[in-house]
């Protein structure tokens, strides 16, 4: 019995020096062994809809007070309320979806009830965040378009040929709140805080579906070479239109090709 026992402790022994040895080739195959094991996030569609009805509901009580407001004083510090709500809510919403499965085609409106690209994601959240947009004709555009139909040329942050760390390190930096980013062939928010950033987006690569990742794991982020991104939150003129409900311009690309670059 000692022998038999000796003789498997050896073998196991001799197999862990050869997986170990061969760690880099055979990593790819246990993780398609794991994934499948890993459970996808559900999605969270009653959530969703009662952020929904309290994102009009703060809405409306936020214009009110603005209206109010007699001095500059006054109201900037609505408006300081009126983002830090936003910088709140607007991460929520994103992660309701996680789970929900990507397609390029894929238009859902609620989460987890169809699938949805990643166009159609940015344009649902914000649109049922409570800015008046054209969730459709938003989600149609090229990046750099759907962040432009909110924010200023001048307020775009552009970074072509940037190593990942250098860029990563820079928006690690930024100042807080919630950004749209574009990609090479992709649209994504980039929630950005002292500790760090969050890349939420619905994924055309693996897991396929809404996920919310870090800077160690945003494989899409870090192979894009193309980066546009532009702070939503953090522009007093995004602000002052969600609160009156004013209708946003949706920039429009002149070609219909144009389109297959958000998906």
């Not at 402790?9 to 890993?38: K, M, N, Q, Y």
């Amino acid at each position: 019995m000692k022998r038999i026992l000796l003789t498997i402790l050896a073998t196991a022994g001799i197999v862990c020096a050869v997986c170990w040895h061969f760690r880099d080739r055979l990593s790819p195959v246990w993780r398609s062994v794991a994934e499948p094991l890993v459970t996808k996030p559900a999605p969270d569609a009653e959530r969703y809809a009662g952020l929904k009805d309290e994102a009009e509901r703060w809405r409306k009580d936020l214009s009110a007070k603005y209206a109010k407001a007699r001095t500059k004083e006054e109201k900037d510090k609505v408006l300081a309320e009126t983002r830090s709500f936003l910088e709140t809510l607007l991460p929520e919403m994103m992660r309701c979806w996680l789970g929900t499965s990507w397609d390029f085609h894929g238009t859902a409106e609620t989460p987890g009830k169809g699938k949805i690209a990643c166009g159609y994601f940015v344009s649902t959240v914000l649109r049922d965040a409570g800015f008046r947009v054209d969730r459709y004709k938003l989600a149609r555009q090229p990046s750099q378009n759907i962040i432009r139909s909110f924010l200023p040329a001048e307020s775009l942050n552009l970074r072509v040929g940037v190593p990942y760390e250098n860029f990563a390190g820079e928006v690690a930096g930024a100042e807080p709140g919630v950004r749209i980013i574009g990609l090479d062939s992709h649209v994504a928010f980039l929630v950005t805080k002292p500790d760090g950033f969050r890349f939420i987006h619905s994924s055309g690569s693996k897991p396929w579906c809404v996920v919310d990742e870090g800077r160690e794991d945003a494989e899409v982020l870090r192979r894009s070479n193309y980066r546009v991104h532009g702070l939503l939150t953090g522009d007093r003129a995004v602000l002052l239109r969600w609160l009156r409900a004013e209708k946003i311009a949706v920039k429009e690309s002149p070609t219909a090709t144009a389109s297959a670059k958000r998906r």
